[in-house]
Every structure is written in C-alpha cells, then in structure tokens.
C-alpha cells in the first residue's frame, strides 16, 4: 500500500470518449445546453488526448462517439475508479445513464474489477467524488444523493468517505481537486471555500490547501503515470481559459505542469476530471 | 495460576478459604501496593485510588437519589447494591473468586482473584499470564444483565461492576495506538494483531478485497512461516479465517502473496499487518448507536483523534479533541460542547439521543478516557471539593505518552511466545457466537441493529449508584464564552494572545515538566513533520479575497497550524489554508534528531541482516516548545519522535554488533568506542576509569561518563565509554571493538550495552571521517 497518499495518480491508462456531432447539434439544446463550436470542441478533445498520450506517457483509450450520448464524452461521471475497482455509477441524468455501458465495458477489458450501482434510488456523479489518496469525499449536489455516497463507502471500504454539501451549480469536483499527495486545490468561490471548510473538518489527514481564483482551474488532475518514484504531474486548464489562475498553479511543488484547453467543452459543463478517466492495470506495484 | 475445583462455589457462596492469592489480598487492603510484581505503572495507577475511592459511597448520596427521579435509575436501583454493602464491610478478603478470562487467541484462562479485588488485580493477573508488559493500550470487559460489553474498571471492586452476572471476563484491546510500529516489544504487537483479526472476521473493521488478501497473507507468515512447497499443499489455508465473508478467491490470493515473503520473521510480518491495518479508516473507532437531533439513526465514533459520526457508512461530521470543549450526558442524552468557528460567536452544543441513560453513560465515559488517554500528557484527577456535580469518573490508568516513557525502558530479552491463534480462534468463536468475547463487536458495525451498544464501563449505575446521572468533562483548557467580534485574517494571531495567560503559564508549566522528565538532550524544538512545512510553505494566491477566513467547521488543529505555519515562515500570506492536522499525538512521525543517533541507526542497519541484534527503538515524546505549542491550546502538545539510541543488545550480541559496526570502517589504525548503557536499574555508578589493554598489539584507555537520571519512577544510569583503541595497521579492530564491548559488559553485568559508535581516527580527510558511519 505504500505510504498515504501513495496511491493518488497513479495510472497506466487514461479514458476518453470521442465528441459526437450532437454535442454541437440542437439535440444538446434538449438537454439545456448552449450552442458551442463542434469543430473547436473537437479539436480541444483532440489535443487533450494527445497530451495524454505523448506528454504523459499513458496508453490511451479513445471510445468511439455515440451520436446518440451527446454527453458522452464526459465519462468522468461515469465511473469511480480506485486502485483495482471501478464502481460504475447512477447518473443523476436518465439520459445519461446509458453513457455507462461502453464505459463498463471497457474497464472490464483492462481487468478491472466492476462495481454496480444497484439500488434504484441512488445517483452518482463520478466528478462528485475526489479521492485524495487518502479518503473519499463524496459532494452532495443536485445530482448526488446520499445513497450514492453510501454505494462508493460500500465500494472502497479501506478508506474513509465523507460527505461534503454542494451548493450550486458545480459538481465537487468543479470546486476542488488535488494538487499532490497532501494538497486540495480550490476555488475562491463561495461555494468551493465552504466546500473545502467542510472536508477539512472532516479529515484526519493533513492537508495545504491551495486557493485559485477560478473554481474550474481546481479542476485538475494530479497524475503519476510512470514507475513509483517516477515524475508527478499536474494536468490542468492553461493560461488561454484561465489566464488568472496560472500563477497561483506555479506554487505547487514537486509537479511538472501541463496545460491544457478545453473552453468550448466547458459550455456542455466538462471539466478535466469528467473528459477522463485515469487508471492503472497495475495498481499494486 | 492456580485453580479451584469447585468452579460453582465460588461466587454466592462466602467460603472461608485462607487466602490463596496473598498478593491480590493485599493489593485490596492497602490500594497502594498493586498486585504484586511491583510494576511501577500499577503504583501510578494506584496513585489515583485513594481519593477515588475512599468516599465515593458517601458522596454519590444525593446524586443516588437524583437518579432514583428518572426512569432509568428505577429499573436499576432494585439491584442488590444496598444489601451488598454491609457484609462487604465484614467480609475478609479471605473469599476468592474463580475469573475466566477469554484471551484473544480465544482461549481461556481461570484465576482466583480475591472476591473483593479490584479490577487492577484481575488485569495485572491476566498480563503476566500473557507475559505482556505494554498493558496500557489493553483492558478487560465483562457483559451485564442485558449483554452489554462493559470494561471492568481497574481501580474499582470487581464485584461491584459485574453485579450478578458471572466472573467472565474478556481480554481485549481498548486504546488501539496509531502508530503500532511505535510499541516497544513484538508480543505486544502480536496481540494487537489477534485482536484486528478478531475486528476484521467479525466486520467490525470493513476492508476491501486487496486489504482483506494482504493482511491475510501477513497473518499467514506470521502463523505458518515461510511458504514450504512440501507442508504447503493444497489449500493451505482454508482453515484460518481471514474475512466475514471468505472466497476460495481470497484464499488464493493469500497464498499466492504468501510465497513471495519468503525470509520474512513473524514480527515482521506483523509489523506489515499492522502498518497495513493502522491505515484503515474504521482502525480503532468505536461505534456507539444514536439518534440525531432529527432523530435520524448515527453511529458516534470515538477514536484516537476525536468523535465521528456516521450516517451509514458515511462520515458526516468529525469533532477532533481540540474542537471539543466539554463532554457531557443526562439521562440517555449525550452532548459535546463545541469551540466557536470563525464566524461564530457562540460555543454550540450538539446532542445526541442515546438507547437509554447507560449507554450514555458507557459512551460519556469511553469519549472521557480516549481523549484522556491520546490527548493529555498525565490523567485528570478525579474532581474534587463540593462543587462537583456528577460523575467522578475520571481515566485513571496511563496515558499514551505515559505508557511510551515506560515502555522505552522496557529492560528484558523479547519473551518467547507461540504463534498459533487463528484456527483456534475461529472455532470456538463460531461456535459459542461472540456473545461475550470481544467486541461486542459486529453489533457494533454500521448495519447493526440499534440496541447493541458498546464498551460500557463498570456497571456502578445500579449496582452502588455511586455516580452521578449526569457527568461532565470540561476539555482543560477555559475559553471565552463569548468570542470578541473579530475580522479575517488577524484573526489566528489574536486568537493566541487571547488565550488567558493562565492557561499559557501552565502550559508552559507542564511542557517544562515534561522536558525534565525526559532529560533528552534534543527534546527542544523538533518540529514534528518536515513534510508539512513543506507541503505548507506553498506560497498563496494573490487573488484569492478571502484566503484564511471562515473555517466554520476548521478545527482547531488547523488554526494552530496556520500559526505554525506563520512562526515558520513569516509573511506567508493568504491562499494557503492549512487544511487540518491529525491530531498530535496520534500522527507521530518519526524525526531523527542528531548524527549521533543517525551514525547507530546505521551500525543498527549493518548489523540486522545477521539477526543477531536484538535491537530496540525506544519512543521519546519530545515537547514542542515554539509557537504552536500554546496554540495546542489546552493540551500539552506533544511530538512523539523516534530516537534510536537505544539499540540494545546482549553479550554475545554486543561482539557481533561491535563488528558490525567496525566493519563500516575499512583498514582503520585506530578505533575509538563509546559504549552507552542503559539500564533501568539504579546504584551502577562505581565504575572503573581504566581497564588493561586485552591485546598485546593496542594500548586500550577508557573514559568513562555516567549520568543518572530519574524518569517517573525509573532511575536511569547512563554510563558513556570513551575508549581509545591505539595500534598500528594490521591490528583487527573488528577483533579489539569486540573485547573493548566484552569488557565493558563484563563490568556491568546488569547493563546493556546500548550503542557503540566508532570513530577512526587515521590519515583520512575529516569529511571521509564524518560520513562513514551514516553511509553504510
């Protein structure tokens, strides 16, 4: 098991869904999202995976687009995955919940071991949840209920789960993210600094936590792709969509920084943490 | 021990038996003398009983008769604790009765305990049957009328707390420490780890498959050895319990882990398992049902660091020992006063509803002797004087700082012991269903059902109602009731010079007390845990407006921190927020304090692999004297530390470790050795200056050194050797380090050598000189 915090970032394999052309569509307006450029949004997805793959290293999985899942390529609600386990969520969307089908499946084919959601009054958004290394925290938000909190404490019973109320808009992990083993990063809004006051009192563990001035530049991910011992990473928005938050992101240590965009798939309310899903086939070394 | 035949005619009947147990009988006439065996922890514990114990009866009257007004005092008082009294007056301590005590490995073990013993007699009966001498974090629990688990309360009648329930007991773990690597002696671990497979076939300690397959396979090596193809066959395994719910899948993973830890020792296997376990977040939290103000179902959890409550299986809400001001219950009510956030004005208090009045009590009394136990340097004594309402309960025992000073100086070879537990554990506690041993454990677990509550304490709430229905801590420390309106960001600052300065003198009174009784030459300002600074030391975001502020919920650890953090690096401004701290004392982190003991940590490392060391790593609490020691606020802050100056080693392993050590040393002309010993016993201050030189080819001289120090109740004697091996370069130093160790252990006899560190002194450059020894 390592040391605590050990466990946080480690991957092999990072996950991603293509964008279909009905992100862009009037078909996204059904679900009450504004009108974004397909091309842009595409070409964001495209350089994300690229750095995935080049910059990190990490074998790269690219789900093919569904036309019929406009928000497919949000996979990060999709799944909650933790060393060898994924538990495959209960989007608080019906739409959405047929998004995790080719999700499930493809974990099944890396050899991770599956987790259902059975219980028919739980939802679970897979950015509701930070892991820190150490703990879960599960947001409460519009689209997570305490019953699904409960399915990821049920799940990942080495680790404690608490709970953190989200107010507004954002899922949790909209608010706040980790920067390295023992750093949350947050936004500066209201709702992510109550959001942090929360998980501190909840925790056992230490933690620095880092303020940004946005609240989409905490969602970031921090990621240890290669051997144990190898560099740390930290993928996060660049300076083209955030340009405030950059030199508050300098301050982390012991991270090589990699920025990326994605202002176009933000407007269907992506974030880093739901346009992948990192994972590791070996999850024990 | 011995036993009687009659196991029947013990307990009603008054048998006029001579005392068979001197010792025990004495232990109850004159509290002061515990059980025999004269262990120092027994005399502190005792310390406390006189004012305990002299008047409760007369004291607790009106708090009886308090009781007698509700509810739950009625179902309770009918109990014989009245008619008991009298006779007990006459009764000699001439009857005894016949306990049986469940042990971990589930066996049982019979002793006759003078019927009007205390707890303490029974307990101590039990360690040295275990032949365990880190007690501290150990206790007994016996289950009442309604089977509830009880612990028996070493400083009171056993016969008073069981009541009419039989004399069976259950030995258990009661304060598991957060740091087992810490534990002076492996057979303490050991039992440690018996108990956290009882927590986890049991389900009282959920973990997920990979855990429940890696702590299995560790308790595989520690209980069969290395995996050996001959004896190993088949499905090894299969009859050791590893899991509630075990798999032919989990068993093979077990074996298959198994293999690879070939060479691993027991103890170090169960060192794993611990480190493994330790880490597990429901590792020694005990649950206790309730009710919130809602009315919705909880489980309160008390553990090292504070109370927990959860709802299911989540954590909702986390009060450390810091944020909490008093602890209280009434009636089958329980209430934590909490310390008011940032923006609060007002302290608030949370209740919470209990089943009934007892288990408010049992949990009242397990929150009173957890935070004792983790969070104070020395216990509370009981109230005194007039005022006091409520409960004098009060943890008497040691607490872990107490229990660390003791056990550094532990003086004895690791005890022998069988490994072999978990089959017969198994068995018997599958068939005769937990009902008493143990945790009442999976009761205790998230899904258990709501009535099954947890550790209660000495049944005096019927019995002798000698305590008050309603009993009250307030955490040491007084802190405004109302707080001065206050802006941002000055505000961790003020909040320190708030603090009333008596509260700060005797803070610093007590860490002054603490540095005397360490004596440690480097227990100064070690500043607990490099990582935080630097984790700390992120510099803030310039944009963030309202960086510090609010924490509602911070607890108070984590504005210490911020305070910490401020004395450390000034200026550090805004955006970064310390997130909390684990609580002190339960997040040692070892912290090596000087190149002495870096030099012997590493003669320690070179000499391990030829198993013939017996070393030891003995626990120094050092104080924290900067600026976050006021801001711990109410507690003595504490940094455990690891110093590894005690290694210690017996004759013949002082000459291999004297080689081990010159052997870091290539071709050295000279060796100088300085030989510290460490005993726990006094009087070892006639010492020879000078001894001969053993060898034809080196002149030998020594100086010697000796201190003495009186650590509670220990007295110390330290005795530095300085001894200058001279000779010229075909001398075997490995040969003459050996003789020089030899002799000085030859005389003194009854002490252990406890480092040796060499220098050589010879052409090469001073820096070469200063990092041989830390490199190998």
Redesign the interface.
């Known amino acids: 098991m390592g040391p605590p915090g050990e466990g946080l970032g480690r991957c092999s394999h990072a996950l991603i869904r293509g964008v279909p052309e009905s992100l862009g569509s009037g078909e996204a307006a059904v679900a009450g999202l504004p009108a974004l450029d397909l091309a842009k949004a595409q070409r964001e997805h495209g350089v994300l995976g690229g750095k995935l793959r080049q910059r990190l290293g990490l074998q790269l999985l690219e789900l093919p687009p569904e036309e019929s899942l406009p928000l497919g390529p949000l996979l990060g609600d999709t799944a909650v995955i933790q060393g060898d386990t994924a538990l495959i969520t209960r989007p608080w969307s019906p739409a959405r919940r047929p998004e995790v089908d080719g999700v499930r499946k493809a974990l099944q084919d890396l050899g991770l071991r599956i987790v259902e959601m059975g219980d028919q009054s739980a939802t679970l958004d897979g950015t509701d949840v930070l892991f820190t290394g150490r703990e879960f925290f599960v947001g409460l938000s519009k689209w997570t209920n305490h019953r699904g909190a409960e399915i990821v404490a049920d799940t990942f019973r080495d680790f404690a789960v608490s709970t953190v109320p989200v107010s507004g808009p954002s899922h949790l992990r909209g608010l706040c993210g980790m920067g390295g083993p023992r750093t949350v990063v947050a936004g500066s809004s209201e709702a992510a600094q109550k959001a942090v006051r929360t998980m501190a009192a909840l925790t056992d563990h230490p933690y620095a936590s880092l303020t940004l001035p946005d609240d989409a530049a905490a969602d970031c991910l921090f990621l240890r792709p290669g051997l144990p011992g190898g560099p740390s990473f930290l993928l996060h928005r660049g300076g083209g969509d955030l340009p405030n938050s950059q030199e508050a992101l300098q301050k982390l240590s012991d991270v090589t920084l990699v920025p990326v965009s994605c202002s176009e798939l933000e407007k269907a309310g992506a974030g880093l943490s739901s346009l992948c899903l990192m994972l590791s086939t070996r999850p024990h070394s | 021990m011995t036993t009687e035949t009659g196991p029947d005619s013990e307990v009603k009947k008054a048998q006029e038996e001579a005392p068979q147990q001197p010792e025990a009988a004495a232990a109850v006439t004159t509290p002061v003398i515990p059980a025999g065996h004269g262990h120092p922890e027994a005399n502190s514990n005792e310390k406390h009983l006189p004012q305990q114990d002299t008047r409760p009866a007369e004291q607790s009257l009106d708090m009886e008769e308090k009781d007698y007004s509700e509810a739950d005092g009625l179902s309770e008082r009918t109990t014989p604790s009245k008619a008991q009294k009298s006779p007990q007056k006459i009764a000699k301590k001439y009857k005894s009765a016949i306990c049986r005590v469940t042990l971990l490995d589930a066996s049982e073990y019979e002793c006759e305990v003078e019927k009007h013993g205390r707890g303490q007699v029974l307990f101590d009966l039990v360690c040295e049957h275990l032949n365990l001498l880190e007690k501290d974090y150990f206790g007994l629990t016996f289950c009442d009328a309604d089977s509830q688990k009880n612990w028996l309360d070493p400083s009171k009648e056993i016969k008073k707390q069981i009541r009419s329930s039989s004399w069976n007991f259950a030995f258990t773990v009661k304060f598991y420490p957060p740091d087992p690597a810490q534990l002076t002696e492996d057979i303490t671990r050991y039992y440690l780890c018996l108990q956290l497979r009882a927590d986890i076939i049991t389900g009282r300690l959920?973990?997920?498959?990979?855990?429940h397959a890696?702590l299995g396979s560790y308790a595989v090596q520690a209980e069969l050895g290395d995996y050996d193809a001959e004896e190993h066959v088949g499905n090894y395994v299969s009859e050791l319990r590893f899991a509630p719910n075990q798999t032919r899948e989990l068993e093979e993973r077990i074996m298959e882990l198994h293999k690879t830890y070939r060479g691993m020792t027991p103890g170090e296997a169960e060192i794993h398992f611990l480190e493994?376990a330790k880490?597990?977040?429901m590792y020694g939290v005990d649950l206790h049902h309730a009710k919130d103000s809602e009315g919705i179902d909880i489980m309160l959890g008390v553990c090292a660091?504070g109370l927990l409550i959860y709802?299911?299986?989540?954590?909702?809400?986390?009060f450390a020992w810091p944020k909490i001001l008093k602890i209280s219950y009434k009636r089958s009510n329980f209430y934590i006063k909490i310390r008011p956030g940032e923006y609060e004005q007002f302290e608030s208090t949370i209740g919470f509803k209990l089943p009934n009045h007892r288990s408010a009590k049992r949990l009242w009394k397990v929150c009173i002797e957890h935070h004792t136990f983790f969070r104070l340097v020395s216990p509370e004594p009981p109230p005194k004087g007039f005022l006091v309402m409520g409960s004098k309960f009060r943890y008497s025992g040691r607490t872990q700082a107490q229990t660390r000073q003791a056990s550094a100086l532990i003086d004895r070879p690791a005890p022998f012991f069988e490994r072999s537990s978990s089959k017969r554990y198994t068995m018997s506690r599958s068939l005769d269903g937990a009902e008493f041993s143990r945790p009442a454990s999976v009761s205790e677990n998230h899904d258990a059902g709501p009535d099954s509550d947890k550790p209660e304490e000495d049944a005096e709430s019927g019995g002798r109602r000698s305590e008050a229905e309603e009993g009250e801590v307030r955490t040491p420390t007084k802190i405004k009731e109302l707080k001065p309106e206050q802006e941002t960001t000055p505000r961790h600052k003020q909040e320190f010079l708030d603090k009333p300065e008596d509260v700060l003198l005797k803070h610093q009174a007590s860490i002054n007390e603490l540095k005397r009784t360490l004596k440690e030459p480097n227990s100064k300002l070690i500043h607990r845990?490099r990582?935080?600074e630097?984790?700390?030391r992120?510099?803030?975001?310039?944009?963030?407006?309202?960086?510090k502020?609010?924490?509602?919920?911070?607890?108070e650890s984590?504005r210490t921190?911020d305070a910490f953090q401020q004395d450390l690096v000034p200026g550090t401004a805004?955006?970064?927020?310390?997130?909390?701290?684990?609580s002190l004392a339960a997040?040692p982190e070892p912290v090596k304090t000087e190149t002495m003991t870096v030099s012997s940590l590493a003669i320690r490392k070179k000499i391990e692999p030829e198993a013939v060391l017996q070393s030891r790593v003995s626990t120094v609490d050092h104080t924290q004297v900067d600026g976050s020691a006021p801001l711990g606020k109410e507690f003595m802050t504490t940094t455990p530390s690891i110093t590894t100056e005690t290694i210690s080693t017996t004759m013949e392993n002082s000459l291999k470790s004297g080689k081990g050590a010159a052997a870091m040393i290539p071709g050295p002309q000279t060796v100088a050795t300085e030989i510290r010993s460490l005993s726990p016993i006094i009087g070892k201050d006639v010492l020879t200056s000078t001894y001969g030189a053993t060898a034809e080819t080196l002149s030998t001289s020594t100086t010697t050194h000796v201190t003495k120090t009186v650590k509670g109740g220990f007295s110390e004697t330290r005795i530095e050797k300085r001894i200058i091996i001279t000779g010229d370069e075909d001398v075997d130093q490995d040969q003459a380090l050996a003789l020089a160790i030899k002799e000085a252990k030859l005389q003194h006899p009854d002490m252990l050598v406890t480092k040796a560190v060499v220098y050589r002194e010879t052409d090469p450059s001073p820096e070469e000189r200063d990092k041989k020894p830390q490199e190998s």
């Open positions: 959920p973990c997920s498959f990979v855990t890696l493994n880490k597990l977040s660091n709802r299911d299986r989540l954590r909702i809400n986390r845990d990582d935080w630097r984790d700390r992120l510099p803030s975001s310039p944009a963030s407006p309202s960086p502020g609010t924490p509602e919920k911070a607890s984590q921190q805004a955006g970064l927020e310390v997130f909390t701290q684990k997040s």
